[in-house]
Each structure stands twice: as C-alpha cells, then as structure tokens.
C-alpha cells in the first residue's frame, strides 16, 4: 500500500466545502479539517454568525472522523484585506474583498499553516475550479520562491500549474482565485472540479455560508448631491457616495423614472446620475490595470513576443467572457481594449483575463477609458458653429 497522503481541507460550515471533504476521504487520504474565522460579526439577536458556521464544520469533521483545528485571521484579514478595502472606498473605487481574501488569507496564511504547522502534503478548498495538475502530480511539488525580478528567468525550465474553469461554468470561481500565488496553487485540490452544483447538493444538504461585508457601518457618511451627467441640474441628495456604485439605481425620491449612477466626484460628493441604465456615461471599451498578477507567473509567449493577444475579460463573476485585446505594457501593467463597451466598469474592481477556460490572472483597474458619452459630446464639439463654442452646458439628450 502506497504511502497515505494528508490534505488539509478548508471548512466553512457550508456544503461545498463539507462535500470536498468527504470526497478526500473516500479517495483514501488522510483529511485533516481547518476552520478560518477572519471576522468578528453577529446576527440582530446578538449571536456571533462564525461560531455558529464553526460548530457546523466541526460536526462534518467529527461526522467524517476527521481532526479539526480552527484559526483565527481576524488580525490579518483586517490588516490585509478590510484596511485595504476601506481605503479603496474612500478613493471611490469598487474593491472585490473575495479576491484579496482568498489571495492573502486562505492561498497564503491558511496554507502556510497547513504545510508548516500541519504537516500538510496538499491542502484543499470547495472552490468551483481545477487545475492542469492530476492529484498526485500536486504531491510531488516542491515549494518554489517567487521570481525576484518582474518576470521569472525565462530560461528556467519550470511547468507552471495552470488555473480552468471547473465543470459548472455557472458556478465557476476562478474569477475569485485570479490573484492566488503559483506556489499555492501548484499544492492545491479541487474537489468539485468536475461536479455541478446541482450534484453537490445531492451530495449533501446544502448549509449555506454567506459572509456579507456592511461598508456603510465603518465610513463616515458624506452627504452630497445627485447632479445630472447632461445638463448639471441637482437632482436631489445621497446619504454617501461610497454606499453608491456605477450602474445601480440611484433612488432618488419625487422622480417619476429611474435614474442611474454614471460617475462620482469624491472631492465634491456629487454623485453623477443619468436617466437610463445604459446611459452612454456608464459605457467605455478601455481600462488599464496595475502590475498584472499571472498566475503561471509570467505573462504568455504571445504577449511577451508581440505586445498583444487576444483573449476574454470579465470584471464581474457573473458577466459572460468578453472578446479583448490586451497589450503588455513594461512596468508589467495591461492595457484592455473590449472590441464593444462594457456597462459599469470601475476602478477597484479586478479585470479577469482568460484563454479559452484557462485563467491567466488579473489585476486591478486603476484607470478607465473615456466613456461613450465623453466621446459622443467631444464629436458634437467639433461638429459645433462657432457660436456655439461658449454654451456653459451641453442640451439634454434626447
């Protein structure tokens, strides 16, 4: 018999991740269970929500005769990943808090503790995604630093584990795994890779997990004005523009139609609202991207050798993939160039690249193109008589 294999299995309390804990024990390895509670929260009677998901990941666990550890991350997921938020918020920005806890959190501090303190051979998670790995290819890596330098030495003969979309293309969550490190992804087990959700719940009863971040409750509000984005008017007041985002309805009280949130001001609080869900100010088919985070580490050789690639793009989990074109720039941000304009794109939210159902990483928007609106009103400009050069407003769209 061949030597037994321990994975340490993330729990939540939920059935995606109780399901790909019993699914590691019927492949006959050693599953120890590990409870992460990163957020002190309680429910309006005043019972804290984490403890309860606890108990239910130890029943599992004690169900399945498996050890069960929990951790805590509080400090470290308000240092790393709700600081951060925070300060993206007050930038006017639109940050994801699952992407940065999956990569600082669970792929960093939860498999360092799994590897180092447990003894852990791979660790596993109930996430909807899988790897170009096989299970034991996974136990045969050995950790690698990261590369120094921007890009790691092309020579060096390495096969980099790679991130696809699992079986259930609606359920998949590679999206929320873009940022995780290779090291971590390369001692990584997806149970439910090729499973559905609707299986999984066959599985299992469902146990819902649910962790909702209330950013109203730790900014101070900043009233301000719903201006309109066509002709300046002050359409009513907002209690805060952080609490508001591009493309929602503004609800903006006394108004016989919807108006929609198309730009922010967060110097003067006025928040920028127009009259139809695709407004031409919400529209825009170029962004920019920090220091890009690849997940095999390195950019394509097609991008590397020519600058461009085509590929898909998505900013939001539930979008479909987008066609792009992305360009490589030398401070190892990217430019992406949508071949149609995209509704809502914000700075703070993450720009997801893939190749067919691979996913090659992301980063973060820091700056977007102008919007179709900009652009419609700089034509009508250069279309304008001369007499019309000094109108302070331009005329409402019809």
């Known amino acids: 018999m061949g030597v037994i294999r321990h994975v340490v299995c993330a729990m939540s309390g939920g059935v995606d991740s109780s399901v790909s804990a019993l699914l590691l024990k ?22 804290c929500s984490s403890e309860r998901d606890c108990e239910d990941a130890y029943k599992v666990c004690k169900m399945l005769d498996m050890p069960f550890h929990q951790v ?14 925070l300060r993206e918020y007050e930038k006017g920005r639109t940050p994801n808090p ?16 799994a590897v180092n303190t447990l003894g852990a051979d791979a660790i596993a998670t109930g996430h909807y995604a899988r790897t170009s790995q096989e299970d034991e290819e996974v136990f045969q890596q050995k950790h690698v630093p990261p590369p120094r330098t921007l890009f790691r030495d092309r020579f060096e003969i390495r096969k980099p584990a790679r991130l696809y979309q699992g079986a259930d293309r609606v359920k998949d969550q590679t999206f ?35 962790h909702v971040l209330k950013k109203k409750e730790y900014l101070e509000p900043k009233p301000g004005n719903f201006v309109s984005i066509e002709d300046g008017k002050i359409m009513g007041q907002h209690k805060g523009w952080f609490t508001l985002t591009l493309g929602q ?11 929609f949130v198309v730009d922010k001001d967060i110097t003067t609080g006025d928040v920028f609202v127009g009259p139809t869900t695709n407004h031409p ?11 890009f985070h690849w997940i095999a580490e390195q950019p394509p050789v097609e991008l590397v050798h020519t600058q461009m690639m085509e590929c898909h793009f998505r900013f939001n989990n539930r979008m479909p993939l987008t066609p792009c074109t992305v360009t490589l720039n030398l401070d190892g941000s990217v430019w992406v160039m949508m071949k149609e ?23 973060k928007i820091i700056r977007l193109g102008p919007t179709k609106f900009t652009l419609q009103k700089g034509q009508n400009c250069t279309n304008c008589h001369p007499e019309d050069t000094n109108h302070q407003h331009p005329e409402p769209v019809s």
Not at 76 to 83: A, D, I, K, L, M
Request: hydrophobic fraction near 35%; proline fraction near 3%; charged fraction near 25%.
């Open 72 to 85: 805590s991350y509080i400090k470290e997921y308000w240092h790393e990943v709700f600081s951060n938020l």
């Open 176 to 210: 929320f795994l873009s940022q995780i490190s290779q090291d971590a992804l390369r001692h990584t087990l997806f149970p439910l890779a090729g499973l559905t959700k609707d299986f999984v719940k066959k599985i299992a009863a469902e146990a819902s997990f649910q």
């Open 26 to 47: 019927r492949m006959g390895y050693h599953v120890t269970g590990v409870f992460m509670k990163n957020w002190d929260s309680h429910d309006e009677k005043g019972v």
């Open 281 to 291: 100010a919400l529209l825009r088919d170029t962004l920019q991207t920090d220091r």
């Open 341 to 363: 304009p995209l509704r809502a794109m914000t700075p703070g939210q993450f720009a997801v690249l893939y190749k067919g159902d691979e996913c090659l990483g992301s980063g």
């Open 249 to 259: 309805r503004a609800g903006i009280g006394g108004q016989e139609d919807p108006w």
């Open 98 to 113: 699952d992407i940065m806890c999956n990569k600082h959190i669970k792929f960093k501090h939860f498999y360092q503790y």
